[in-house]
């Protein structure tokens, strides 16, 4: 038996040129003009059927230690840090009217990075100690995660794993990509599970909003206002695909339920450690994300967005005025349809 989760969707914002790589289909469907049919997405959970999916993080981090200063070689540092998830999820009870439950799998973690001055933890994370862990999720009938218990709890033991012990400066956590890992499985049918009023359906061109995660280098919480919009249906060889667009914004807060991987008093190794004080300037980015209507499941999404901040130095004499370009890239991919 299938569960039909019904949420209705409708979406209205500019798809950056970047998202548009996305494969989208090759035949445009739908009512006539922006007041057309009303369209319901389900997102439907089919007992012992397992969905596999790779999530990718690419974030490109440029540190100018002087925006204003003269020109001068080297004054720019570049770094970068990608990984690759892949999680395995199997609906373990099914329940078309409550919650169902979906086990959940991180079958691998790949980590890369460049540019880190000790040329140290290149391909080492914290989040790799979650390779092989299991977690479930539980989900109403609306698509929407309602018990993160067991998500929450793995969040925790990843923050523990990006510490070290030091003599001399006590507890030191190292550069990390939970956030990333965070984004990935918290919000993963957000696109769906925000929709206002789902059993209603919503008409192709109108928008409801929400929040995500914002992964970043240093130790910050931060969140994105995002603003969904229904652009189209097209056909495809697997079905109707839903093309859900979306745009960010800087969101004033971040929600107080959203996980905190660390707790404690510490202090972060590195250069986004040695600096402190940030600011976040502005943030803007689009993002695509496929919908199949007639599987009622996620094909593929990305996600770009640039976001500059600016830092501070501590007090020690020297005169800078750091300011940080992040350049990010989040997709995700279904890889066995």
Not at 89 to 104: C, F, H, K
Not at 154 to 171: E, H, N, V
Request: aromatic fraction near 8%; proline fraction near 5%.
């Amino acid at each position: 038996m299938t569960t039909k989760i019904a949420i209705a969707v409708a979406v209205s914002l500019a798809v950056s040129a970047g998202c548009n790589r996305l494969n989208l289909g090759r035949k445009k469907t739908g009512g006539p003009g922006a007041e057309g049919p009303r369209v319901l997405l389900t997102v439907d959970h089919e007992p012992g059927r397992t969905l596999r999916y790779a999530f990718t993080s690419n974030r490109e981090i440029a540190l100018d230690w002087d925006p204003q200063a003269n020109g001068g070689a080297g004054k720019v540092q570049k770094q970068s840090e990608w990984i690759k998830l892949v999680v395995a999820y199997t609906p373990q009870t099914v329940d078309p009217y409550g919650i169902s439950t979906i086990r959940a799998v991180c079958e691998s973690v790949e980590i890369k990075r460049t540019g880190r001055p000790s040329g140290r933890g290149a391909n080492s994370d914290a989040v790799q100690a979650a390779q092989g862990k299991t977690f479930t999720l539980k989900v109403d009938s609306r698509g929407k995660i309602v018990d993160y218990s067991e998500l929450r709890e793995l969040i925790g033991d990843l923050g523990a794993a990006a510490f070290r012990s030091s003599a001399r400066a006590g507890r030191v956590k190292e550069p990390d990509m939970i956030g990333d890992f965070i984004l990935s499985q918290w919000f993963l049918w957000d696109a769906v599970s925000t929709v206002e009023d789902p059993s209603t359906g919503v008409a192709v061109g109108r928008s409801w909003h929400s929040q995500l995660w914002l992964p970043v280098p240093m130790v910050m919480r931060k969140a994105r206002d995002v603003t969904y919009r229904l652009e189209e249906v097209r056909e495809d060889d697997a079905g109707r695909l839903a093309v859900i667009g979306s745009a960010y914004s800087l969101a004033d807060a971040a929600p107080s339920d959203w996980p905190i991987p660390y707790s404690g008093r510490f202090q972060m190794s590195g250069t986004f450690g040695f600096l402190g004080g940030y600011q976040v300037l502005w943030l803007e980015g689009a993002g695509l994300e496929l919908f199949n209507v007639d599987a009622g499941r996620i094909e593929s999404a990305e996600q770009r967005y640039t976001m500059r901040l600016k830092g501070s130095l501590p007090p020690m004499g020297i005169r800078a005025n750091p300011h940080i370009t992040i350049e990010q890239i989040l997709t995700t991919e279904l890889l066995n349809p």
